[in-house]
């Protein structure tokens, strides 16, 4: 007798993803895809012929949809992505900030420089320069999830500068993102407060954005400035350049101290009965970034190059991070790859703290990851009551076994802090898993959710425990409560443990299913 050829979650607390009431019942997978969702009462009284996975007294969801990470290399060297789906992420949207992995340009050496802070694993080897070798790399590479990529600005931008003399032309940027989008990207991402997007000039961006809109994608951007009081004319300066597309404002949260958080959600909110607008957010008060980002924008703008030049002189440079009103408590070294020995360390721990931190930039080549605190929980908790904000790690596919930098616990643990946080501020368990799920696939316009015919990508998990336990001190630990995960029909993770499957493909613009 052969081995079914279907599998059957049974007996669980089915939550679909598009907000309706949870039930008890099985889902049907055949052939990759849900081939029926069956109420208890009416499974068949034969039972199945199928596999059986028992689900009873879990809850059987969608699997996780991170819209907003930055897995653009980190998926090739770590094909099985422990980071992700033991947390139920099953489809990943790369290219974010700015920064995509391609197109990459004729300077390879300033396009590593411009995506260094997403290029955590630089042994990995990248044949590619355009993006549609890039995409065509991301789906004939085996991996657990699923992957959709934006491009981003910034490299674009990148590019067009070695096909032009001088400054990138509008044009030559403009058509760059337009090629990348009809090779299949789902959008473009902007990153205002990194090289080389923040020098673009307001033109620029419009092209950009008319060039999105024109392709039904999305417009994601990481804003100019993150300041409570900056804020709002940072959202000001990406709707007049959206040019009417899907507008997603990444990691939502605001760096500074002064009040009134809670009065720009209501800002945005007010923009949405004219805009698409929506954004997501993460479960953190610390952000991770680069180091050469917490100087003042007037020294940053030209990049980590520009930078040591101006800061040749050790102790100018450390007077321009003092000067930067961080304090360095709220500093955690995350990537030093000639300085192995400061990763986990914080400038507080010194005597001189911004010499240290100056002479760290200069002996890495200002190539220098950190952690800042730069939030408050009662942001994190005003933007997740907002039912447009959904849930994006800004996080990146990694392995426990991961060495070169220090992990943001964000990259193993966003979706599980982010489900208890909401259900501890109140929110229903379907709301909670709309918005890890088909509501940022509906913003990328990629499949999800459980109906028949969908794609089986699915996570079973324990309501009351799923959580995580990862921190700055420990952060690659799995989420716990996390059971089982399928991704395209094929069990990625089974009991709390990834298989050996791998059956993660691309998603590009225009599939529906």
Not at 126 to 140: G, K, Q
Not at 286 to 308: D, F, K, M, N, Y
Not at 451 to 474: C, K, M, N, Q
């Amino acid at each position: 007798m052969s081995a079914p050829t279907r599998t059957v979650v049974a007996n669980g607390t089915v939550v679909d993803g598009f907000g309706g009431v949870p039930w008890v019942g099985d889902v049907l997978i055949s052939g990759g895809r849900i081939e029926a969702l069956v109420p208890g009462g009416s499974r068949p009284e034969s039972g199945y012929d199928a596999a059986v996975v028992d689900a009873t007294g879990h809850v059987v969801s969608p699997g996780f949809v991170d819209i907003h990470c930055h897995s653009d290399l980190t998926r090739f060297a770590y094909p099985v992505n422990e980071s992700r789906i033991t947390q139920g992420i099953t489809t990943e949207v790369v290219g974010n900030c700015g920064m995509s992995a391609a197109p990459t340009g004729n300077d390879a050496r300033t396009f590593a420089s411009l995506i260094a802070t997403i290029d955590v694993t630089p042994e990995t080897p990248r044949p590619w320069s355009t993006v549609s070798e890039w995409l065509d790399a991301l789906d004939r590479t085996p991996s657990t999830t699923n992957v959709a990529a934006l491009v981003g600005h910034g490299s674009a931008r990148h590019t067009a500068a070695g096909q032009t003399t001088g400054d990138p032309t509008i044009q030559a940027t403009a058509r760059v993102v337009r090629e990348a989008l009809d090779t299949g990207c789902v959008g473009a991402s902007l990153g205002l407060m990194y090289a080389p997007g923040e020098s673009a000039p307001p033109e620029e961006l419009r092209a950009i954005g008319e060039e999105v809109a024109s392709a039904g994608a999305l417009f994601a951007a990481h804003l100019r400035d993150y300041r409570a009081a900056a804020i709002r004319g940072s959202v000001a300066e990406v709707v007049e350049a959206s040019g009417g597309a899907r507008i997603q404002i990444s990691h939502l949260r605001a760096t500074s101290p002064e009040p009134g958080f809670a009065d720009i959600l209501e800002h945005v909110e007010s923009l949405r009965d004219r805009f698409d607008i929506a954004a997501d957010c993460y479960p953190y008060i610390a952000g991770h970034t680069t180091l050469v980002q917490i100087l003042p924008s007037s020294v940053r703008a030209g990049g980590p190059s520009e930078v040591l030049k101006m800061g040749s002189n050790p102790s100018l440079l450390a007077a321009l991070l003092e000067a930067s009103g961080w304090r360095p408590d709220q500093i955690i070294i995350m990537k030093a790859a000639r300085s192995a020995e400061a990763v986990g360390d914080s400038p507080v721990n010194h005597s001189a703290p911004w010499a240290w931190l100056a002479d760290l930039l200069l002996s890495n080549d200002g190539l220098v990851d950190v952690a800042v605190e730069s939030g408050f929980w009662r942001d994190v908790d005003s933007a997740l009551r907002k039912d447009w904000v959904t849930i994006g790690s800004d996080g990146t596919a990694l392995s426990p076994d991961h060495q070169i930098s220090a992990p943001h616990p964000r990259s193993w643990g966003a979706f599980p802090a982010a489900f208890r946080r909401m259900r501890d501020n109140g929110i229903g368990l379907a709301t909670a898993v709309r918005r890890m799920s088909v509501a940022s696939a509906e913003r990328v316009r990629v499949p999800s959710g459980l109906r028949p015919g969908a794609p089986a990508d699915i996570a079973v998990f324990d309501e009351l425990t799923f959580d995580s336990d990862a921190s700055f001190g420990h952060p690659a630990r799995p989420a716990t409560g996390l059971l089982h995960v399928f991704v395209n029909g094929r069990q990625v993770v089974a009991n709390g443990r990834p298989t050996s499957e791998r059956p993660g493909r691309l998603r590009r613009a225009g599939e529906t299913t």
